[in-house]
C-alpha cells in the first residue's frame, strides 16, 4: 500500500470511525436495570454493652426501597448501585446486638424499624476539574419502639444526614461506616420504661398499619394523564383532558427524555407549570420546576431518572430548564456535572422529590 493510499485510508476511514465511537461512547443514558455493583462491607466499631431490660431485638425493614442505597458515580462511566455485602436488616441487628445486653427474665421486646437509608450527590459550587465540590450524603432514619404484651411505646428516632466531600474511593464506606457508629452511639442513650405510660401506648392495630401503610400506599399500575400533586399520583386520581405535549428529544434526536405539557381547556392551553407529574403509559415525567418534566425509567418498583447528560445537552428551551431544580441542586450547577457523571436520580416516595 502506498503512502497516499494509507493517508486517503486514514482520513476518510479510520479517523471517522474513532470520533464516531468517541462520540457515542460519551453521550449516552446507561440503562438503569443492567448497572453493576458496588458491594460495601460495613466497619463495625467496638462499644460497650449496655445492660437493657428486653428479651428480644426484632428488625422490620420498612424501605421503599431494601435492594440498594443508592447510586455511586464515577467519571465518564455508568453509576453503580450501591449494595451492602450483609442484607441491612441483619447489619442494624448486629449494630443492636453487640451493644445491648438481652435479660431473658423480662416480658419487654425492643423492635427496631429501619424507615430510610439513601445515598445521594448534590452540589453547591459549579463543578471544577481541579476541585471536588460535589457533596455526598446519607439520610437515614431508624425507630425503636418497646413492646409488651399487646401495647407499643415509641421510644426513639435515630435519624439525620451525614455530609462529606464526595470522594469516587471512600465515600459510600464512609458515610455507612459513620451511620453506624452514630447509631452505635445511640444505644445508651436508650430509656427503657420512662416512656412507657398509658397515653404513650400504641396498639397493636395501629402499629401494624404504621408498618404496613407505608408501602400499601404506593400504586401497582399507573393511569395515564397529569398529576397536580404527589398525593394526586399516590392516589391514580390523574386529569386525563385533552394533553399538549412538547417533546424534546436526547442529541441524537432518538427518545423523549423531557417534555412541556399543557391542559387544553376549552379550547385554549392551560400550562402544567406547577403540576407535580405526567405518566404517558410507559414512563413518568417529573416535574423538576416552571413546567420542565423529565423522563423517569420504572425498575423494580422504582422511578429512576437517567437522562442528565442527555438534559444538559439539549439546547432547546434552555431557559425553562434553567429554572428546574433535580434533587437539591439547581440546574445551572448540576449540568456541568452531568457532562462529567451520569448522575442518576431515585423518586422518593416520601415527599415525592428526587433523592
Known sequence: MTKTVRLFFVMTVLIPSLVFCQRTSIIYTPS?????????????????????????????????????????????KAPREIRLWTPFP??????????????ENENRKLIVVIQQCWISYYA?????????NMLA???????????????????????????MTYDEETSSQYLVDSMIHLIQL?????????RE????????????????????????????????????????????????????????????????????KN???????KYWGFFDGRYLFYNTG???????FPVDGQFVFADLQQVTLNTKKRSLANEAVIGKTTYDILKDYGKAYHLFFQLNYEDGKLY
Open 197 to 264: 405510660t398509658a397515653n404513650s401506648a400504641i396498639s397493636e392495630t395501629r402499629m401494624n398499619n404504621y408498618i404496613v401503610e407505608k408501602k400499601s400506599g404506593i400504586p401497582n399500575r399507573y393511569a395515564y394523564g397529569v398529576y397536580p400533586t404527589f398525593e394526586d399520583f399516590l392516589q391514580q386520581k390523574p386529569i386525563t383532558d385533552s394533553i399538549d405535549i412538547i417533546p424534546y428529544k436526547d442529541y441524537y434526536e432518538r427518545d423523549i427524555v423531557a417534555a412541556y405539557l399543557s391542559i387544553i
Open 124 to 132: 453547591e459550587n459549579r463543578f471544577s476539574i481541579l476541585k471536588k
Open 90 to 103: 441483619e447489619i442494624i441487628k448486629k449494630i443492636f446486638s453487640d451493644g445491648i445486653q438481652l435479660d
Open 137 to 163: 450524603e446519607l439520610q437515614y432514619k431508624v425507630e425503636c419502639f418497646t413492646a409488651m404484651d399487646t401495647n407499643y411505646y415509641p421510644l426513639k428516632r435515630m435519624s439525620g444526614n451525614i455530609v
Open 32 to 76: 438503569p436495570r443492567l448497572l453493576y455493583s458496588q458491594l460495601i462491607t460495613p466497619y463495625f466499631f467496638q462499644v460497650e454493652k449496655q445492660v437493657l431490660p428486653v428479651y428480644r431485638i426484632e428488625i422490620i425493614d420498612n424501605r421503599y426501597d431494601t435492594y440498594k442505597i443508592g447510586f455511586h458515580p464515577e467519571f465518564k
Open 267 to 273: 379550547g385554549y392551553p392551560a400550562p402544567c407549570s
Open 186 to 194: 445511640e444505644i445508651p442513650k436508650l430509656k427503657i420504661g420512662e
Open 290 to 296: 416552571n413546567g420542565y418534566f423529565v423522563r423517569m
